[in-house]
């Protein structure tokens, strides 16, 4: 309950949806694991294993070993939702703010518009986040109260 709180969740499902995803990648390790090391199909799928969750920044460069694989805590997942990132990049107020911009529909990565809180950025795009085109924070058209507060000022927005 207190992971629900400090990264905004919305239920406790979306902590065992997170911790099934990472039970997941550490059986995949474990089976990798248990193969010879020089095992054709352990040098294949532990490299894309890797390479994944080094893409997704859950392990450093120097942590390139299926030993650090079961070393992932939920937090470590936790940390690369979008929602958490855009409360890191100063984009929300709090974590609660940066689910509500994300849902309604103000948050894009690169140029791609997201309204899943819960989307993993990956690490080439973490410097990509920013507010929409259209969104009123992203300099877009303002919003229906500002529209309608400042309408008799001159017949309209600047539009």
Not at 56 to 76: A, H, I, N
Not at 87 to 111: E, F, P, T, Y
Not at 143 to 155: L, V
Request: aromatic share 6%.
């Amino acid at each position: 309950l207190k992971l629900c709180g400090e990264y905004g969740l919305r239920c406790k499902r979306e902590i065992w949806r997170v911790q099934l995803a990472l039970a997941k990648i550490r059986k995949a390790a474990r089976t990798l694991l248990m193969l010879d090391e020089t095992d054709p199909k352990r040098l294949f799928e532990g490299a894309a294993l890797l390479r994944r969750m080094v893409r997704y920044k859950l392990l450093g460069e120097e942590e390139k070993r299926l030993d650090f694989v079961l070393q992932l805590t939920t937090q470590k997942l936790l940390e690369r939702r979008l929602q958490t990132q855009v409360m890191k990049d100063g984009l929300a107020k709090s974590i609660h703010h940066a689910r509500v911009l994300i849902r309604q529909r103000h948050v894009r990565v690169a140029s791609q518009l997201v309204n899943v809180p819960s989307f993993m950025v990956r690490t080439d795009s973490e410097a990509h986040i920013n507010f929409g085109f259209d969104s009123p924070f992203g300099g877009g058209r303002r919003g229906r109260n500002y529209r309608k507060r400042h309408a008799g000022d001159g017949g309209g927005d600047d539009e």
